[in-house]
């Protein structure tokens, strides 16, 4: 009997591994455009886990610009903004450079 479930639970196990992964990609880097200028530069970026959807941010860099009610492109998609975990001020010159960090966006 417990030989059984040990095959049970492992087999259930591989198979939620292979639905888990993604087989979705998009660059893990590149800049946001918003009416056809360029807004940010973003890394770490991947598609969501827990959002069917939807891509998220690890970080997005000079973000002064980007109006998060308004829809964004990147990589070919358009997006919109559903979360902003944190927001930065960096201090790099004469202005502050505006950081985005763990952003979630909608695929529209």
């Given at each position: 009997?417990?030989?059984?479930?040990?095959?049970?639970f492992?087999?259930?196990?591989?198979?939620?591994?292979?639905?888990d992964?993604?087989?979705?990609?998009?660059?893990?880097?590149?800049?946001?455009?918003?009416?056809?200028?360029?807004?940010?530069?973003?890394?770490?970026?991947?598609?969501?886990?827990?959002?069917?959807?939807?891509?998220?941010?690890?970080?997005?860099?000079?973000?002064?610009?980007?109006?998060?009610?308004?829809?964004?492109?990147?990589?070919?998609?358009?997006?919109?903004?559903?979360?902003?975990?944190?927001?930065?001020?960096?201090?790099?010159?004469?202005?502050?450079?505006?950081?985005?960090?763990?952003?979630?966006?909608?695929?529209?």
């Open positions: 009997m417990g030989f059984a479930a040990l095959i049970v492992v087999a259930v196990g591989a198979t939620q591994l292979l639905r992964r993604d087989t979705r990609t998009v660059s893990a880097q590149g800049s946001l455009t918003q009416s056809g200028r360029t807004v940010g530069w973003a890394v770490g970026v991947h598609f969501s886990r827990k959002e069917d959807a939807a891509l998220e941010f690890e970080e997005i860099f000079n973000a002064g610009k980007l109006k998060h009610d308004n829809e964004f492109q990147y990589a070919g998609y358009v997006l919109k903004i559903m979360q902003i975990r944190q927001v930065e001020y960096v201090s790099s010159g004469a202005q502050p450079e505006t950081k985005l960090v763990k952003v979630v966006a909608k695929i529209q």
